[in-house]
């Protein structure tokens, strides 16, 4: 997993973690892989995107992903693909950053392939996130695609929607956004925005502002009328995400409240 190493050296270690006999060996390698080849000065620097404490490793994310493809590719050529999301579900259970992100990367693009029993392992996972970049790392790039692939699956949407957790209240938002790139899911949209309007946490005001900036970019007929609509009771962070893509004259109309 090491950054800017040779090929043979990473040939190596992926070999060394392929001789592995549990998933859970080869996510214990990967671990110290990521711990060994990180940069504790990078490490120092991620933490100020975070406005709470995090652990990481200090990688930079291509480099991650980077490492992570390589060895998804080795890994599953010899274990199958089974093996490989034990593997990332041990990866996830972590409280490193880089852990989770590998987690994520080592899955990425193969969810056409996954069934019931993953999403219900992923969203297991949503319960332990610890913060915005492994969640949404997580819910958009494994999730979401699943939602839109299998819509009645929005049904869970709904119900993360009434968690005290905020996170699986932003995962509510953020599992539509891939729906709603393809035009899919307005009433669904609309209907979890309203819910939510009143949801006083940050994390999730984000969530719901990139949902509605998403739709409002591919769908802006339907979009638009409805964000005119809840102007005026929309908390304003909402708001100027969710235009942030519309042109200047539209953004402005609806950022303007109307008079009392």
Not at 53 to 58: C, L, R, T
Not at 151 to 172: D, E, G, I, L, Q
Not at 199 to 209: S, T
Request: glycine share 4%; with cysteine.
């Amino acid at each position: 997993m090491k950054r800017d190493v040779t090929a043979e050296r990473s040939k190596n270690r992926s070999s060394a973690a392929q001789s592995k006999t549990t998933p859970a060996e080869v996510a214990a390698q990967i671990r110290r892989e990521l711990k060994d080849d990180g940069s504790a000065e990078h490490a120092a620097g991620v933490q100020w995107f975070f406005k709470d404490e995090i652990k990481s490793h200090g990688w930079y994310t291509a480099d991650l992903r980077r490492a992570a493809v390589r060895l998804r590719r080795e890994l599953r050529k010899e274990r199958g693909l089974e093996f490989l999301v034990e593997v990332s579900d041990h990866l996830f259970s972590g409280s490193v950053l880089e852990e989770k992100i590998a987690a994520i990367f080592l899955l990425e693009k193969l969810d056409a392939e996954f069934g019931d029993c993953e999403f219900k392992l992923f969203e297991s996972w949503i319960d332990r996130i610890n913060c915005w970049a492994d969640h949404d790392g997580l819910v958009h790039y494994l999730i979401s695609p699943m939602v839109a692939a299998k819509p009645a699956r929005t049904r869970n949407v709904f119900r993360w929607a009434k968690s005290p957790n905020r996170w699986r209240r932003r995962a509510a938002c953020v599992a539509l956004i891939r729906g709603s790139r393809a035009k899919m899911f307005f009433p669904e949209i609309t209907k979890l925005s309203n819910s939510l309007l009143t949801d006083e946490d940050d994390m999730v005001q984000k969530g719901l502002g990139w949902l509605l900036r998403e739709t409002a970019k591919f769908d802006a007929t339907r979009t638009v009328p409805y964000l005119l609509k809840i102007r005026e009771r929309a908390p304003r962070l909402v708001l100027r995400t969710a235009c942030e893509t519309l042109p200047l004259a539209v953004r402005e109309r609806i950022l303007t409240l109307a008079p009392s």
